[in-house]
């Protein structure tokens, strides 16, 4: 119940394409869910959060659209741009509990093609 | 501001031997977390700590032990490495009680392998 399952394990997009990822949990109780960047040989770091009482987030050219009923979320990057090759990951956790620890998904590898 | 710092960041090990990752950050941060990360299994949490002095197991504990003897400091041991722990090793943190701030930021992984 503690899972995140993320889909796909890879995208190549072409330059200007939209690139979706897809993440599903099972714990209702989860009321927090990041996204992030992981650039070769760096440390992940936060691209956009959303809380469950919006369904949709936007920030330039990322949006999260989040289902509540269907404990569904997910990654749309618009006008994908090679430098948005990378290693995305979502994640989910009870905020106000257990230290905030965070829950991973298995992680997507982007490769946009110029 | 050097964020999260986590020393060595790279290291190879024999079996059975014993080693220290040295986590340190100066965002004045609660919480303190160790993740590993391995090809297609994402970042499970080993250990993590909601303050000086606690420590608490995550997802993947054993064969770890942690110390959170400072505020700043949060130390990942193995006592008898396995190439089982090969993996890039990330210390996070996040919450400071005085902002409110709550983003979890992570430093750039110790890259550890057992052999």
């Known amino acids: 119940q503690q899972q995140v399952k993320q889909s796909p394990q890879s995208l190549i997009v072409q330059k200007g394409g939209i690139s979706i990822i897809n993440c599903a949990y099972e714990?209702?109780?989860?009321?927090?869910f990041p996204w992030y960047q992981q650039f070769p040989g760096k440390g992940p770091a936060l691209l956009i959060a959303?809380?469950?009482?919006?369904s949709e987030k936007k920030e330039g050219r990322f949006t999260i659209s989040f289902n509540k009923s269907a404990k569904q979320f997910s990654l749309h990057i618009m006008d994908s741009q090679p430098g948005d090759s990378a290693t995305y990951f979502c994640?989910?956790?009870?905020?106000?509990?257990?230290?905030?620890?965070?829950?991973f998904g298995q992680g997507t590898e982007l490769s946009v093609k110029p | 501001n050097a964020g999260v710092t986590q020393t060595p960041k790279f290291r190879v090990l024999k079996t059975g031997q014993s080693m220290t990752l040295l986590c340190a950050q100066d965002?004045?941060?609660?919480?303190m977390y160790w993740y590993r990360q391995d090809p297609g299994m994402g970042l499970r949490l080993i250990h993590y700590?909601?303050?000086?002095?606690?420590?608490a197991k995550g997802e993947v504990p054993d064969g770890y032990n942690v110390s959170r003897l400072k505020k700043q400091n949060f130390l990942l041991g193995l006592e008898s490495a396995a190439p089982s722990q090969t993996s890039v090793y990330f210390c996070?943190?996040?919450?400071?009680?005085?902002?409110?701030?709550?983003?979890?930021?992570f430093g750039e992984g110790s890259r550890l392998t057992v052999l």
């Open positions: 996070a943190s996040s919450y400071n009680s005085r902002t409110g701030e709550r983003e979890l930021f």
């Open positions: 714990n209702t109780a989860f009321d927090y």
């Open positions: 959303i809380r469950p009482d919006v």
């Open positions: 994640a989910a956790s009870i905020w106000g509990n257990q230290g905030g620890k965070l829950i």
């Open positions: 965002m004045n941060h609660e919480y």
């Open positions: 700590s909601v303050g000086e002095g606690t420590t």
